[in-house]
């Protein structure tokens, strides 16, 4: 009886480890592997509509997880449009009009060039844990990698997704599948990473298709061909009078 | 014998007064209600026609699925030469291609900022090439109320509501803010040339009229149009000839599996008629039935009422008939005489209802009724004033029943005149 105690022990300990980390432990893992406080992305989003497939390469400047400034680089229509992020407030200049607008409202839903993103989704605050509480559902291999399966719950009610799904890395902590569903519990969207890369020991996507449950096409792949971590980003960069320059 | 009943019914005017007044007021009402309809169906014809779905209309077959969410992403590409095509094979109608679409308009201020900003349907005409038939169409000139009809690329009209809504007037610049048929976000800069108001609640409360060619700029829909109309040239539906034209291109344009890709035949275009676009087919078909029940309780109920206003009649000839069954007339000849006599009253009061019906129904077609404080928050292409519409069948819509009410009614009440015995006469004409 008195043998029985340690090995209880040992057991317990045991337990603990098999269980691993929790849902909400992965998703702070997840958030410290893909945030870096400053960022300079350059992106390629190829749209496959119905009717065509269009290419459309953005520059990205992105500084903590309020502020952001893309500039468009192709094809020409789009050429020299930009879009600024200030916290929740979205921004877009059109140089044909010379008039910067205010997205907002149900403008918020719209796609952004066409893709299978939505302003919205732009708009979203990238640190999963402040928005979603994480349990792990089960475990599973998703293209040769170990992954965990989070059900993510939102905490917050003026959300996009009240739920989500997310497949992560056990090794890497980078989502590499996520389910995104409405109240409702029906799909809207779907995010697939082709690719990873490891840049300055973070683990990122560098190629994912994104899908729109909703809407016709075969979804918009989204490259990065080039990611700049913890770069200089002058303040002018983040400011309204930048759109014009 | 005619002569004679005519004279009867002039002297005793409680035999004829009653029916004839009855007769009248049905036929009154049946005219008038037949006028209205007609005005109101053709109105709403015409309206849809001009401004939604044209005689014909031909989009892709994806886009003719989701029509009305306006799906410009299915558009027709290319439609130069299906306009060639459409011109060469049906010359008897006019082809016009036309955009339709949704956004914000978005008026800035001196600094550029928004200053006011609200949702427009916008529709793309042809606005600026000589030979387009579209000015004729919408009515434009005499829809404008301020400014003047777009002379260059850049220029646009909006719903009079609107302006006054945003308060612009032409010569202020306005932004589109819509998405391209790819689904980008478009922003488009514009100068009012006018306003307009086309006396449809549906267009004039949030609406704008643009260029083709600047659609297809700002849209990105280069040689694109969302529909290709077409209109008969006298402007009147002619059903046949738009169901034989719409058969054909649509047998010009059907593919079978394996001639094309799977993508082709989702693009393909397909016609459609004014009919069968839209739900219009039901609604027609619902308001000519319901012609038909109007016109169907019209001669019932006013059977109805001449039957007792024939047995009424009866009561009150009574001694006259029975003296003339007593010296020797016969019953038949009685009856036929009764049936004589409600035929000219039937006659007489259908010819006097025609006339005062069609003069009613005039002063409905020119002066009409506006409708346009129910209609205020309709998204149905529906004319504000609606104006009743006297067509030939209109002069005999009420006479048939007229005759066949006063008949009926008379042939049922003087069934009563065969049932009287000749031994009982005496005894009858005694008491």
Same mark, same amino acid.
């Given at each position: 009886?008195?043998?029985?105690?340690?090995?209880?022990?040992?057991?317990?300990?045991?337990?603990?480890?098999?269980?691993?980390?929790?849902?909400?432990?992965?998703?702070?893992?997840?958030?410290?592997?893909?945030?870096?406080?400053?960022?300079?992305?350059?992106?390629?989003?190829?749209?496959?509509?119905?009717?065509?497939?269009?290419?459309?390469?953005?520059?990205?400047?992105?500084?903590?997880?309020?502020?952001?400034?893309?500039?468009?680089?192709?094809?020409?229509?789009?050429?020299?449009?930009?879009?600024?992020?200030?916290?929740?407030?979205?921004?877009?200049?059109?140089?044909?009009?010379?008039?910067?607008?205010?997205?907002?409202?149900?403008?918020?839903?719209?796609?952004?060039?066409?893709?299978?993103?939505?302003?919205?989704?732009?708009?979203?605050?990238?640190?999963?844990?402040?928005?979603?509480?994480?349990?792990?559902?089960?475990?599973?291999?998703?293209?040769?990698?170990?992954?965990?399966?989070?059900?993510?719950?939102?905490?917050?009610?003026?959300?996009?997704?009240?739920?989500?799904?997310?497949?992560?890395?056990?090794?890497?902590?980078?989502?590499?599948?996520?389910?995104?569903?409405?109240?409702?519990?029906?799909?809207?969207?779907?995010?697939?990473?082709?690719?990873?890369?490891?840049?300055?020991?973070?683990?990122?996507?560098?190629?994912?298709?994104?899908?729109?449950?909703?809407?016709?096409?075969?979804?918009?792949?989204?490259?990065?061909?080039?990611?700049?971590?913890?770069?200089?980003?002058?303040?002018?960069?983040?400011?309204?009078?930048?759109?014009?320059? | 014998?005619?002569?004679?009943?005519?004279?009867?019914?002039?002297?005793?005017?409680?035999?004829?007064?009653?029916?004839?007044?009855?007769?009248?007021?049905?036929?009154?009402?049946?005219?008038?209600?037949?006028?209205?309809?007609?005005?109101?169906?053709?109105?709403?014809?015409?309206?849809?026609?001009?401004?939604?779905?044209?005689?014909?209309?031909?989009?892709?077959?994806?886009?003719?699925?989701?029509?009305?969410?306006?799906?410009?992403?299915?558009?027709?590409?290319?439609?130069?030469?299906?306009?060639?095509?459409?011109?060469?094979?049906?010359?008897?109608?006019?082809?016009?291609?036309?955009?339709?679409?949704?956004?914000?308009?978005?008026?800035?201020?001196?600094?550029?900022?928004?200053?006011?900003?609200?949702?427009?349907?916008?529709?793309?005409?042809?606005?600026?090439?000589?030979?387009?038939?579209?000015?004729?169409?919408?009515?434009?000139?005499?829809? #404008? $109320?301020? /400014?003047?009809?777009?002379?260059?690329?850049?220029?646009? %009209?909006?719903?009079?509501? *609107?302006?006054?809504? @945003? =308060?612009?007037?032409?010569?202020?610049?306005?932004?589109?803010?819509?998405?391209?048929?790819?689904?980008?976000?478009?922003?488009?800069?514009?100068?009012?040339?006018?306003?307009?108001?086309?006396?449809?609640?549906?267009?004039?409360?949030?609406?704008?009229?643009?260029?083709?060619?600047?659609?297809?700029?700002?849209?990105?829909?280069?040689?694109?149009?969302?529909?290709?109309?077409?209109?008969?040239?006298?402007?009147?539906?002619?059903?046949?000839?738009?169901?034989?034209?719409?058969?054909?291109?649509?047998?010009?344009?059907?593919?079978?599996?394996?001639?094309?890709?799977?993508?082709?035949?989702?693009?393909?275009?397909?016609?459609?008629?004014?009919?069968?676009?839209?739900?219009?087919?039901?609604?027609?078909?619902?308001?000519?039935?319901?012609?038909? #029940? $109007?016109? /169907?309780?019209?001669?019932?109920?006013?059977?109805?009422? %001449?039957?007792?206003?024939? *047995?009424?009649?009866? @009561? =009150?000839?009574?001694?006259?008939?029975?003296?003339?069954?007593?010296?020797?007339?016969?019953?038949?000849?009685?009856?036929?005489?009764?049936?004589?006599?409600?035929?000219?009253?039937?006659?007489?009061?259908?010819?006097?209802?025609?006339?005062?019906?069609?003069?009613?129904?005039?002063?409905?077609?020119?002066?009409?009724?506006?409708?346009?404080?129910?209609?205020?928050?309709?998204?149905?292409?529906?004319?504000?004033?609606?104006?009743?519409?006297?067509?030939?069948?209109?002069?005999?819509?009420?006479?048939?029943?007229?005759?066949?009410?006063?008949?009926?009614?008379?042939?049922?009440?003087?069934?009563?005149?065969?049932?009287?015995?000749?031994?009982?006469?005496?005894?009858?004409?005694?008491?």
């Amino acid at each position: 009886m008195m043998h029985r105690f340690p090995l209880l022990l040992t057991l317990s300990a045991l337990s603990i480890g098999i269980q691993g980390p929790s849902g909400d432990e992965i998703l702070k893992r997840v958030d410290q592997n893909m945030f870096s406080q400053k960022k300079i992305l350059l992106s390629r989003m190829v749209i496959h509509g119905r009717r065509e497939t269009r290419t459309v390469e953005s520059k990205s400047w992105q500084r903590g997880t309020n502020e952001s400034y893309t500039e468009f680089l192709a094809p020409a229509r789009e050429k020299g449009t930009k879009m600024l992020k200030l916290k929740d407030m979205l921004w877009e200049f059109s140089p044909s009009t010379d008039r910067t607008i205010m997205i907002s409202g149900h403008m918020l839903r719209q796609s952004v060039m066409g893709s299978d993103l939505s302003y919205e989704d732009m708009m979203e605050d990238p640190h999963l844990p402040n928005l979603y509480s994480a349990t792990v559902a089960s475990s599973e291999v998703l293209n040769g990698r170990d992954c965990w399966v989070l059900d993510l719950k939102a905490k917050k009610e003026d959300i996009a997704y009240d739920h989500r799904q997310a497949w992560v890395d056990k090794e890497r902590y980078v989502v590499l599948r996520e389910n995104l569903y409405a109240k409702s519990g029906k799909l809207l969207k779907s995010v697939d990473v082709r690719e990873v890369m490891h840049v300055q020991s973070h683990w990122l996507a560098k190629s994912v298709l994104y899908k729109d449950v909703l809407k016709e096409g075969e979804g918009t792949e989204f490259h990065i061909d080039s990611v700049t971590l913890d770069a200089d980003i002058p303040d002018y960069i983040f400011s309204k009078a930048a759109l014009r320059r | 014998m005619i002569s004679f009943l005519l004279k009867g019914l002039l002297r005793d005017r409680s035999r004829s007064l009653f029916p004839l007044l009855t007769v009248l007021g049905g036929v009154v009402l049946t005219v008038f209600l037949n006028a209205w309809l007609n005005g109101a169906v053709s109105s709403l014809i015409q309206s849809t026609a001009n401004y939604s779905t044209g005689h014909v209309r031909v989009m892709t077959k994806a886009y003719a699925k989701e029509a009305d969410q306006i799906p410009n992403d299915l558009a027709l590409l290319g439609i130069d030469t299906l306009m060639s095509a459409l011109r060469h094979n049906y010359p008897d109608l006019l082809w016009t291609p036309r955009i339709k679409f949704g956004g914000l308009l978005d008026i800035p201020d001196e600094k550029g900022e928004t200053r006011a900003q609200t949702p427009v349907g916008g529709l793309a005409v042809n606005l600026l090439t000589a030979d387009s038939p579209e000015r004729n169409i919408l009515n434009i000139r005499e829809a #404008i $109320i301020r /400014g003047h009809v777009p002379q260059k690329h850049g220029e646009i %009209l909006v719903g009079e509501e *609107l302006a006054q809504k @945003l =308060r612009i007037q032409p010569g202020d610049t306005a932004t589109l803010i819509s998405s391209t048929m790819y689904g980008s976000m478009s922003v488009t800069n514009f100068v009012i040339a006018g306003t307009v108001r086309f006396g449809i609640a549906a267009m004039d409360k949030g609406s704008l009229i643009v260029d083709i060619a600047d659609a297809q700029q700002a849209l990105d829909m280069q040689h694109g149009a969302g529909e290709i109309l077409g209109f008969f040239a006298d402007d009147l539906y002619h059903e046949d000839r738009a169901n034989t034209v719409t058969e054909d291109f649509n047998f010009r344009h059907s593919f079978t599996s394996g001639d094309t890709s799977k993508s082709e035949a989702v693009f393909a275009p397909i016609m459609g008629t004014l009919r069968a676009q839209s739900g219009l087919d039901d609604y027609l078909e619902l308001v000519g039935q319901f012609s038909t #029940i $109007i016109i /169907g309780v019209f001669v019932v109920a006013m059977s109805v009422v %001449l039957w007792n206003a024939g *047995l009424t009649g009866s @009561l =009150r000839r009574y001694g006259e008939i029975g003296i003339r069954l007593a010296i020797g007339e016969d019953k038949s000849h009685i009856y036929y005489s009764l049936l004589a006599e409600s035929l000219m009253i039937g006659f007489i009061g259908s010819l006097l209802g025609t006339a005062i019906g069609l003069a009613v129904a005039y002063y409905g077609q020119v002066k009409g009724l506006d409708i346009g404080s129910v209609l205020k928050e309709s998204t149905v292409m529906f004319p504000n004033v609606i104006r009743a519409q006297i067509t030939p069948f209109t002069y005999v819509v009420g006479f048939l029943p007229g005759l066949v009410a006063t008949f009926l009614g008379t042939a049922i009440s003087g069934i009563g005149i065969y049932r009287r015995q000749t031994s009982e006469l005496f005894k009858e004409l005694e008491a």
